[in-house]
C-alpha cells in the first residue's frame, strides 16, 4: 500500500493531504516503510495537511513584519457577531447562528475566488443583500486592523509565491482530495510557474470484491458491520479493516455502541485495552465529556444561580471538594425535598445553616463557600486573558478535576480544556474587555463545537465517515446507510449567496447533478481502496420501507450477503441458565434492640411482600426523592399536613369549632398556613415565591374545607395532633407518627389525612386495603371506636371509614380485633426474618426494591 509514498518524500518532496487524518496516517505508513527497509535514522518526511502546509508556508516569509495578523475562527465569530448585530435589530433572531452561516457563505467564496462585488450583484433576496453588506463590512475591518482570517491565508500565500517572498517547492504530491478548489488551484499554478513539479499521489485502485447487505434497520445494519469486523481479524489479525459510516457526525458515539455490541459482545465490561481496539475518527464535543461539563457548570455558578438538579450534579461530582463527598450526599439528599428552584451560592449556605439550627454551614460544603467567596470577589470586566487566568484559579480552588490520578485519556482531556484557555485569550485581539458572563460564554461556545478525541494506541479497527477516508487504503472496508434516502447525501448549496452565482461559479452542491456526481466519485474511491468492500443499507429507517442506493448498482456487486441480525449480547446472557447455590444463608431475626424503621408502612409491605418490608424496614433503604419542576406532589402534601397540625395543634372541641366566625377562621387558616410556609419562602427564588403564593391560597381553601367538615360532623374533641408512638408488637419495635386521634362518644377515632385523589379504607370485602390504621389502633391504650381516612382535595372534602358508629352493620370489635391478629402476625414474621418475594406483584408495584431482589430476572430464567 502506498507505493508511491516512498518515491514523493524523496529529494525535500512535500506531500499535501486533505485532511490531518490523513497526513498522520501517511507519516506512519513511511515510518513503516523505512523499518521494513531496514533503516533505523531517516530524515523527517514533509507531510501536511493543506491548512498546515499554507501555515508553514507564509511562515517561512522573509517579511515578516510585513504581513497581516492572522486570526483564528473564534476571533473572526466575534467579527462576524458584530457586524451583524450593527445590521440586525430583531431580538429574535440568532445572531450567533446567522454568524456560522455567514462564515460558512465567506469561506467558501475565499474558496472558490468569487469577488464579492459579484456576491452583491447577484444577490436576489433580503437574506443575500444583508450578508453580502456584512461581509463587506467585515472585509473593510480585516483591511483596516491588518487582520487575516483563515480563508484567506491562501490568498495571502498566493501573493507572497507572486512576489517570491517564500520559496517555491520543487515539487508536491497532493493526497486525498476529493475536490480541488479554485484557491488551491492557484496556488498550485503559481507553483508550476516557478518552476515547481505538482503530483497526484496514485490511488492504486484494487480488484475489490464487492458484497452487498441489507438487514432489518440501521441499529443491526451496525452491528452487523461490528460482527464482521470481529471475524475479520479472527481469521486475519494485521489486517487493515474500516468501517465507514455514513453521517456519522450525527451520533458518533452511538453509532461507535451498536459497532461495539458486534465487535467485543459485552463491550461495557471489557477492559480499556480491549475498548480502544476500536479508533473513531469523530470524537464527542469537548462540552459533552463529564470532567468538562462540570467544570463550565461551576464556573457559570459565578454568576448565575443554578438550578436544583444542577447544584445536584455539582454537589455529587467526585471531579469538585472530593474530600468532603459524605457530606455533601447528605445535603443533596436534603435539597430533593425541596422544591426545585434556583440557587446562589449565599442561599444555598444559609439554606443548610438553617438546617443545622442556625449555626455555621457544615465543612463539607467548601465547595459551596469557595464559590460564594469568588462570586463576591469577580471583577465586573476584565480582558479575556485575565479571566482565563481567574477560571483556572477559580478551578483549581475547588478541587478541579479531583484528587484521583489521572489516566492517559483523562490526562489529555484536561490538557485540551487547558489549551482551550489559549483560545479564549487570544480573543483579546478583537474584544479586549467582557463580563464574566460574556468570557465564559466564549469558552463555552468553544467547547461545544471542539471535536476531540484522545489519542490511543492499539487500534485494531478504524471507523470514519466517508470524507476521512478520502486518500487512504485498506485491507477491507465496510460502507453502512447507503440507501436511497441517505445516498447521495443531500446537497447543502449556500443560503445567502445567490444560487445563479453558485452554478456559474462551479460551488459545490450548486446543482443535483454536482452533488451526484460528488457522490459517485466517493463511493468509487472508497470502492477501489480495499481489496473486500462491503456495502449495506438498511430496510427500514424510521418506520418506513428503504431501498438501495441506486449507485450500487455501478459497482457490480458479486454477492448478496445475510441479512441476519447480531443482536444485543444482554439479550443472549437471559437466555443461559441460571447458576443455583445450595449454601443457605438466612436472615437472621431481630435483635434485642433493633428497631424497625417505616413505621406503619412496613407493615402493610410484610402484608403484601415481605422482602419489601425487610428491605425499608430492617435495612432502611429509601428511594431517592426525584428532582422535579415545581411543587412536586409529596411536598404539596406535606404542607397540607402541616398546616393542618398548626391549625388544631391546640386541640379544640367539635363547639370550639363551630363557634369560630368567618374573622376567626380567616386568622387560624392564614396563621397555620403562613407558619407552615415559612421554612419553603425563606430562601425561595423568584418564581418559587410566586407558586407557594398560589399554592397558599389553594391550602388555606383547604383548611377551611376541612373546617366546614369538622363542624358537620356530631360532638367530638381532638385528642391529639402528630402524636409520636412507639409500637412493641410481634417482637418487633418501631416509632409511629399519627396524624389526628379524636375523642368521640369516649371513644377514639384515629383519622390519617390524605391529600389527592380519595381513598377507600375498605375493599369490597370489607377488609382494610391499607393496614396502617389499625397499626396505629395496636399502639393506643384508650378503646378505639373507629378509624378513617380525611380525604383532602379541592373537589370535596370527606371523611372515609370503619367504626362503631361509621358502619353500624360492621361488627366492629370483632373485625378490629381480628385486623390485630393481622398485623401481630405480620410483625411476628418480619421479627423471625421473613424475606420472601411476591412473584406474583407487577413490575410497576415491585419496581422500588425489584433491582435488589432480582425477581424479574428470576421470571424471565423460568
Known sequence: MYDWLDRAVGDSSQVITGSRRLARVLRAEHAAQQFAAGKTVWPSPAILSWQDWLAELVASSNDQAELPTAITSHQSRILWERCLSREINDPLLNVAMLARQSREAWNRLQEWQVPLGECQRQA?????????KVASNYESILEREGWVDESGIANLAIGLLNAASVTTPSRLTLAGFDRVSPQLEAVLEKIRAAGGVVDVAALDAQESQISIYSPEN?????RAAGAWARKQLQQYPDSRLTIVVTHLEQDAQRSLRLIKEGLLPGWQNASAQQNAAINISYGRKLADYPAIAIAILAL???HNDLSTREISRLLLSPMLWPEAGDERTRVELRLRQLPEQSWSPQRLLAEVSAWEGGGPATDGLGLVRKTAEHREQLPQRQSPAEWVSLFSDVLQD???????????AEFQLVNRWRELYNDVARLELVAPSMTSSEA????TTIASEVIYQPEADGSMLQVMGPLEAAGMHFDK????????SNWPPAGKPLTLVSRDLQRETGMPDATPADTLEYAQRVIGRLATSASQAVFSFPQTQNDAQQSASELLQDLNPAELLDGSDPGWNAMRLCARTSLLSDIADPVPPVAENEFITGGAATIQRQLVEPFGAFVAGRLAVRTIWPIVAGLPAGIRGSLIHGAL????????SSDQIRGWDTAEIETRTDQAVQTEFRSHERH????????????KHRVKGLLRGVIAQDARREQFCIESVEEKLELDIGGISMRLRLDRVDLEKDELLVLDYKTGVAKRLLDRGKNPKDMQLIVYACALQDPVGGVGLLNIDPRSIELDGAGRYLTPKLDWDSCLAEWKEQVVHAAQEIAAGDVRINGSQTTQAARPFGLLSRNRELLHER
Open 684 to 695: 425561595a427564588d423568584v418564581a418559587l415565591q410566586q407558586l407557594l403564593r398560589l399554592e
Open 477 to 484: 472496508l465496510w460502507m453502512t446507510g447507503l440507501s436511497s
Open 300 to 302: 457559570r455558578w459565578l
Open 218 to 222: 440501521g441499529d443491526a445494519e451496525l
Open 124 to 132: 436576489r433576496n433580503r437574506d443575500q443583500r444583508l450578508f453580502a
Open 440 to 443: 465564559l460564554g466564549r469558552m
Open 398 to 408: 475547588l478541587g478541579w478535576p479531583g484528587a484521583e490520578t489521572l489516566a492517559s
Open 645 to 652: 397540625h398548626r391549625l388544631y395543634e391546640d386541640c379544640p
